[in-house]
Nanobody
Framework: QVQLVESGGGLVQPGGSLRLSCAAS????????MGWYRQAPGKQRELVAD???????NYADSVKGRFTISRDNAKNTVYLQMNSLKPEDTAVYYC???????????????WGQGTQVTVSS
């Protein structure tokens, strides 16, 4: 079994910063692309940023220049540093990882449980 556990969400004022973390654990051979998605009330889940195993990154236009994704392969952990937060960044943030589990022959997509980020004064 593979689990993704997120942390770091919370309430922050506009212009503030938060850092999200997501650690993968379990029977893992290797991890491919890891990413962060978010879902605001009444909206579809959308990609925020992702990072390949080779550290190539991709960002949604709405967060470019404000958010930074990074990973620590030794810890099977992905981070999302969020700066200059805006009220429209308010959402539940979900971690995703494409994992090659032990005794499997192909990568499987796993999701975290989600962490709430609220940007409000």
């Amino acid at each position: 079994q593979v689990q993704l556990v997120e942390s770091g969400g919370g309430l922050v004022q506009p212009g503030g910063s938060l850092r999200l973390s997501c650690a993968a654990s379990g029977s893992i051979i290797t991890i491919g692309t890891m990413g962060w998605y978010r879902q605001a009330p009444g909206k579809q889940r959308e990609l925020v940023a992702d990072i390949t195993s080779g550290d190539s990154t991709n960002y949604a236009d709405s967060v470019k220049g404000r958010f930074t994704i990074s990973r620590d392969n030794a810890k099977n952990t992905v981070y999302l540093q969020m700066n200059s937060l805006k009220p429209e960044d308010t959402a539940v943030y979900y971690c995703n990882a494409r994992v090659l589990p032990t005794r499997q022959r192909q990568f499987v997509s796993y999701w975290g449980q989600g962490t709430q980020v609220t940007v409000s004064s």
